[in-house]
């Protein structure tokens, strides 16, 4: 299994982003889906998460009402849809991958198998 996360940029505060997450080597349907991020000088934290087929759906504090999880089994991607943007939403981000209990979404790193490399996405005027 191999992850790709894209669509990270410099974007100004209060605007949009859509970060793509592409999922290859197994069907995607097969896995639970995440977001986390990193920002420099902290340590990684949930942001959301999808189950299977998309019937579960959790997000972490900091961006309720914000940013949306998306998954399109067919086209094998996820995504994460972020919108009113802060300086503090500034991180590397990345998607992973969950292939233990995949009917359930979860914050928990340790349930996530595979990640992507990660995406920056800095909110800066």
């Known amino acids: 299994v191999q992850l790709q996360a894209s669509g990270g940029g410099l974007v100004q505060p209060g605007g949009s982003l859509r970060l793509s997450c592409a999922f290859s080597g197994r069907d995607i349907s097969g896995y639970g889906m995440g977001w986390f991020r990193q920002a420099p000088g902290k340590e990684r934290e949930f942001v959301a998460a999808?189950?299977?087929?998309?019937?579960?759906?959790i997000y972490g504090d900091s961006v309720k009402g914000r940013f949306t999880i998306s998954r399109d089994n067919r086209a094998n991607m996820a995504y994460l849809q972020m919108s009113s943007l802060k300086s503090d939403d500034t991180a590397v981000y990345y998607c992973?991958?969950?292939?233990?209990?995949?009917?359930?979404?979860?914050?928990?790193?340790?349930?996530?198998?595979?990640w992507g490399q990660g995406t920056l996405v800095t909110v800066s005027s």
């Open positions: 992973a991958a969950d292939r233990q209990r995949p009917t359930i979404a979860s914050a928990a790193q340790s349930r996530y198998d595979y």
């Open positions: 999808i189950n299977w087929n998309g019937a579960h759906i």
